[in-house]
């Protein structure tokens, strides 16, 4: 379904992002790999070195995107999936922490596909997917303004986005997740295990998490022909915790 496909993949190193990665270049794609991490880049090229190229670059770096993104190929696909999670609750408030949370997981996806939209790297009928969550796009949780209004964010871009790129048949989406088995849902260190396991009843759908897997395939789906009409939306995929 991918073959003869470029993606563009930021959080590659972990995740979700990683798990893309993997189906993607089983589907047949090329893949650029953006992260940090350059161990993990480094194992992703070792899997299929002609199909996979990697850039470790600190995505909130936002004078050096010019300079960055300008080895990169024509793009049939990009999915932003770099993110934190960060506790920030309002009686413990940090304009730090909030700000690096705004950073990368909102001003980053915006940046980067206005850095490639400008540079005419989006090839016509690609297809963007930003990694939106069901918080702040449905619901709220303690702690989470920051990491909410970021994700919420995120939904608007994709509406006026997708209305800017449109004239190319550039379509942009979101996908929203619930709680996902990941690192980022893991490092949640003010989340005991017990909560942990409270909190997965509270999803209809086999009382527990999504895996990565179940997030990627959600996004191919939006980055392949058969949503070619879909653009400026947003999917969920929750196991069914916000038809609550
Ligand atoms: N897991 C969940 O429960 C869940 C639920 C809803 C939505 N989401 C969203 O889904 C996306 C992926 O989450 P995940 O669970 O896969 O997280 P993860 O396993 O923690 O991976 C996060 C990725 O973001 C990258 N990243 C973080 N800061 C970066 C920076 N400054 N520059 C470049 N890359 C950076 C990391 O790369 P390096 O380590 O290499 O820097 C890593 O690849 C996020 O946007 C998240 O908000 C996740």
């Known amino acids: ?20 990665c993997l189906d993607l270049l089983d589907a047949g794609a090329k893949i650029f790999a953006v992260g940090r991490n350059q161990d993990q880049l480094a194992a992703l090229q070792k899997l ?3 199909n996979v190229q990697t ?7 936002f004078t050096k995107y010019s300079e960055t993104f300008a080895s990169v190929p024509g793009l049939d696909g990009v999915v932003c999936s770099a993110g934190i999670a960060d506790s920030n609750p309002l009686r413990f408030f940090s304009l730090e922490k909030y700000q690096r949370t ?16 400008r540079n005419r790297k989006l090839n016509a009928g ?9 918080m702040g796009t449905k619901i709220g949780r303690n702690g989470g303004a920051a990491y909410a209004g970021t994700k ?16 190319k048949s550039i ?3 979101c996908v929203s997740p619930g709680m996902v088995n990941t690192e980022l849902a893991d490092n949640q260190s003010e989340v005991s295990t017990e909560a942990r396991q409270v909190d997965m009843q ?33 999917l969920v995929v929750d196991g069914g915790y916000c038809a609550q």
């Open 126 to 134: 690609a297809s963007i997917v930003l990694l939106a969550s069901i």
């Open 55 to 61: 850039l470790a670059f600190d995505l909130t770096q």
């Open 152 to 167: 919420a964010a995120l939904t608007g871009f994709a509406k006026v986005m997708a209305l800017e790129l449109a004239n």
């Open 102 to 117: 705004v950073d990368i997981n909102q001003t980053a996806p915006i940046a980067l596909v206005a850095e490639l939209a």
């Open 171 to 173: 379509r942009v989406n």
């Open 1 to 20: 379904m991918f073959k003869g496909k470029t993606i563009l993949v930021t959080g590659a190193t972990s995740g979700i992002g990683y798990k893309v």
């Open 202 to 234: 509270r999803y209809p759908l086999e009382k527990r998490y999504a895996e990565a897997a179940e997030v990627s395939s959600a996004i191919r789906f939006l980055l392949s022909n058969q949503s070619s009409f879909m653009t400026g939306e947003n």
């Open 48 to 50: 299929q070195p002609e």
